[in-house]
């Protein structure tokens, strides 16, 4: 069974740092697509960050030069440095994995005040 457990949201003002971390089940980082993504109040989900193992990462544009995706695949980790957050930041961010089929962690809060 595959689980993914984000942790590592919080409050913090504008212009820090955040590092979340995800941690799955099983050894499958490697396997396939992992990556973040985040839903805003009122907005639809959206893609943050993501990597395959062949491909180097890709960020959306909002986040580019500030965020950074990382993994340990010996930990079955995956992690996403944020700096330079800004209140347009604030939003659940969800782990996710894909593998021909979509795998998601239930969320963690980041709130960034102004």
């Known amino acids: 069974q595959v689980q993914l457990v984000e942790s590592g949201g919080g409050l913090v003002q504008a212009g820090g740092s955040l590092r979340l971390s995800c941690t799955a089940s099983?050894?499958?980082?490697?396997?396939?697509?992992m990556g973040w993504y985040r839903r805003a109040p009122g907005k639809q989900r959206e893609l943050v960050a993501s990597f395959t193992s062949g491909d180097v990462p890709y960020y959306g544009d909002s986040v580019k030069g500030r965020f950074t995706i990382a993994r340990d695949d010996a930990k079955n980790m995956v992690f996403l440095q944020m700096n330079s957050l800004k209140p347009e930041d604030t939003a659940v961010y969800y782990c996710h994995y894909y593998t021909g089929v979509e795998y998601w962690g239930k969320g963690t809060l980041v709130t960034v005040s102004s």
């Open positions: 099983g050894g499958f980082l490697t396997m396939g697509m």
